[in-house]
Structure formats: C-alpha cells, structure tokens
C-alpha cells in the first residue's frame, strides 16, 4: 500500500530554523550555568562544589530531544530492568534521548508529521554510550546470564546475537544520529509494569507481550527474532502496513531502516560518520 506523507510542506524551512534557534538556546542556557558553577566554585572559593549539580553540557552538535520537542515520548529502556539484559546498561544514568543536532531536529519534523495522522512517536533508545555497548559485550559472553531468554530473544541463541546482526561491537547509536522509536496514539501513555515479574514472549500477539502503547508492530521492541524484520511478510499485512507507514516517514525525513529492526533508523547525513562517543546520558 502506497501512504501519502503529510509533512509540513511550507513550512519545513521555517521550522527547522525554529528548531536550530532552540537548540542555540539551550546550549547557552548550559555554559551560563556552568559560568555560575565556575564563579560560585572558583572565583568565590566554596569547597564544597558538588559534581552532582554540575548542568551536563552536551559534546557540540548534540541535543536533548526533551528540550526541542517535549511532546515525543520517551521510554528509555537501557535506563531500567526492561530491556534484554533485565537491568540497568552501563553509560545510562538519566531516561533522556539524546541526539546529534540535525538528527533531532528531523524527527521534530516527522513528529509534526505524524501528530496529523494522530500519532506521537515514542523513543525507546537514541544516543548509546561506547561503554555502554561494550557492557552489551560482556553480557553475550555470560551464556548463564539469560534472564530475559523468552522476552527478547527466544529463539535466536545467546552466543549467536552477534553473528546474526543484533548487537554489534560497535553500534551506530554511539555516532549520536541514531535512534530506536515506534507510534503510539496520541494521548496514551507508557504503561507501568515489571518486566521481571513473569517472562513476557516477544514474539506473542499484543495483548501477550509486555504492555506498551505502542501501535502493533508485530513484535516488542529489541524482540531479536526473524519476526522483527522489517518486511517479514509472518506478521500480516497490517502490521506491515504500519511498519511501512513509520518507514516512509521516517525515509522523507532523510532516515533509513536498518531491515533487521523495524524500530532502528539512521540519518543518511550524519554528521559524525566515523566517530564513537562515550560521553554517560545525564
Ligand atoms: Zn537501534
């Protein structure tokens, strides 16, 4: 089935200077609370600075997606015992979704886009730690550590997650442009439950899987299974006809799927092709 992509036509331009405004704005608020640290802590000799209230200044070219568009949802799921490790990730220390500037100021576009079809679009990971993936790393090479078997992977071996595409040594999320998100309707809300408490199959229908408002994709997010290709024709058509919608729009905003995970998109322009951050999410 063919979709009609409604993004802001006419507006596009004035939207995206809106939006890198914003992101000046933001960085400036940061360095003059730094300023502020910098004469409280130094020129006025108060010892007992604490790093803990330090702003996290982002690395240039880097935003939070919060600070730019609150109104897409975020669902970190590194930060928490969601995710297929069944506990917090190394590098994530805050739920925020951080981005390389022209990455973020995209995906408000295609959040404009799809608020028309009455949508928000939910992120479930953006920026990801090099320290973080290396924890990833670790974690495949414990074949007793499979807490969360049957809710991310269950058919797919542990010591095969690599060679198969899943997890990888080095991930595009580390170059900042690249970001892990579904649709939810417009005005439902991340639902709360423990991921621990029973084992939640990936691969199950909707009402089986764990609770996430996210339209039905055919899979739960980092389900690392077949079903979760992109184009796998075993989900149905409609669930298809949904993966494809978020595809199309994302590809007008200039990202491109990675076909093993209907969830994962890169920038086509990024502008830290060939660079590996390691930077904590604070
Ligand atoms: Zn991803």
């Given at each position: 089935?063919?979709?009609?992509?409604?993004?802001p036509?006419?507006?596009?331009?004035?939207r995206?200077?809106?939006?890198?405004?914003?992101?000046?704005?933001?960085?400036e608020?940061?360095l003059r609370?730094?300023?502020t640290?910098f004469?409280?802590?130094?020129?006025?000799?108060v010892v007992?600075?604490?790093?803990n209230?330090?702003?996290?200044?982002?690395?240039?070219?880097?935003?939070?997606?919060?600070?730019?568009?609150?109104s897409?949802q975020?669902?970190?799921?590194?930060?928490?015992?969601?995710?297929?490790?069944?506990?917090?990730v190394?590098?994530?220390?805050?739920?925020?979704?951080?981005l390389?500037?022209?990455a973020?100021?995209?995906?408000v576009?295609?959040q404009?886009?799809?608020?028309?079809?009455?949508?928000?679009?939910?992120v479930y990971?953006?920026?990801?730690?090099?320290?973080?993936?290396d924890?990833?790393?670790?974690?495949?090479?414990d074949?007793?550590?499979?807490?969360?078997?049957?809710?991310?992977?269950?058919?797919?071996?542990?010591?095969?997650?690599f060679?198969r595409g899943?997890?990888?040594s080095?991930?595009?999320?580390?170059?900042?442009?690249?970001?892990?998100?579904?649709?939810?309707?417009?005005?439902?809300t991340?639902?709360?439950a423990d991921?621990l408490?029973?084992?939640?199959d990936?691969?199950?229908?909707?009402s089986?899987?764990f609770?996430?408002n996210s339209?039905d994709?055919?899979?739960?997010y980092?389900?690392?299974?077949?079903?979760?290709?992109?184009?796998d024709?075993?989900v149905?058509?409609?669930?298809l006809q949904?993966?494809h919608?978020?595809?199309d729009?994302m590809?007008?905003?200039?990202?491109?799927?990675?076909e093993?995970?209907?969830w994962?998109?890169t920038?086509?322009?990024?502008?830290?092709?060939?660079?590996y951050?390691d930077?904590?999410?604070?």
């Amino acid at each position: 089935m063919h979709f009609t992509i409604v993004l802001p036509a006419g507006i596009v331009g004035a939207r995206s200077s809106a939006v890198r405004q914003k992101i000046v704005a933001t960085r400036e608020q940061g360095l003059r609370k730094l300023r502020t640290l910098f004469f409280v802590c130094v020129v006025g000799s108060v010892v007992a600075c604490s790093d803990n209230n330090s702003p996290n200044v982002l690395p240039e070219g880097f935003s939070y997606l919060s600070q730019l568009d609150s109104s897409i949802q975020q669902d970190m799921r590194y930060l928490g015992t969601n995710n297929f490790l069944g506990r917090p990730v190394a590098g994530y220390e805050a739920g925020e979704c951080i981005l390389t500037d022209p990455a973020a100021e995209a995906l408000v576009l295609v959040q404009e886009a799809v608020t028309t079809l009455g949508y928000s679009l939910k992120v479930y990971d953006c920026f990801r730690p090099q320290r973080a993936v290396d924890d990833f790393v670790q974690w495949a090479a414990d074949p007793l550590d499979d807490v969360m078997r049957t809710s991310y992977y269950p058919e797919v071996p542990k010591d095969e997650l690599f060679s198969r595409g899943y997890i990888a040594s080095q991930s595009g999320h580390s170059r900042g442009s690249t970001v892990d998100l579904t649709l939810v309707p417009l005005g439902t809300t991340v639902p709360v439950a423990d991921p621990l408490s029973r084992q939640f199959d990936c691969r199950a229908s909707q009402s089986e899987r764990f609770p996430d408002n996210s339209i039905d994709m055919g899979t739960g997010y980092d389900c690392f299974d077949l079903r979760s290709h992109t184009d796998d024709i075993a989900v149905g058509a409609e669930v298809l006809q949904r993966r494809h919608l978020l595809r199309d729009l994302m590809e007008v905003a200039g990202f491109s799927n990675y076909e093993q995970e209907w969830w994962h998109y890169t920038l086509n322009d990024e502008p830290f092709p060939d660079q590996y951050f390691d930077f904590p999410v604070r």
